[in-house]
Nanobody, 124 residues
Framework: VQLQASGGGSVQTGGSLRLSCAAS????????MAWFRQAPGKEREFVAA????????YYADSVKGRFTISRDNAKNIVYLQMISLNPEDTAVYYC??????????????????WGQGTLVTVSS
């Protein structure tokens, strides 16, 4: 599976963006998908994840209520809708795919397919 992230850009505080991650290859619908982000000088951190069938979603506390992960298995795309953005959301956002167990769904090591990243910059 190859992943291509897009949709990043520059917005002001309070703005919105929708990231997309297009998957090519087989069996996209069989993978759990996630978004991670990495701010300058910081570790890559978990943002959100969604189960293969889209039935269960997980969020980092820092984005809960502001970000929504979704997927369209017919189009092989996973989305991250982001609202109420603030400067702390500035980072490169990566999509990832894998088959994580529930207890490890927030861990980078649970995912073995990664997109190239898309930059989100939020200015105050």
């Amino acid at each position: 599976v190859q992943l291509q992230a897009s949709g990043g850009g520059s917005v002001q505080t309070g703005g919105s963006l929708r990231l997309s991650c297009a998957a090519s290859g087989s069996s996209f619908s069989g993978y759990g998908m996630a978004w991670f982000r990495q701010a300058p000088g910081k570790e890559r951190e978990f943002v959100a994840a969604i189960r293969a069938n889209g039935g269960t979603r997980y969020y980092a506390d820092s984005v809960k209520g502001r970000f929504t992960i979704s997927r369209d298995n017919a189009k092989n795309i996973v989305y991250l809708q982001m609202i109420s953005l603030n400067p702390e959301d500035t980072a490169v956002y990566y999509c990832a795919g894998g088959r994580p167990i529930t207890s490890s769904i927030r861990e980078r090591e649970s995912y073995y397919y990664w997109g190239q990243g898309t930059l989100v910059t939020v200015s105050s």
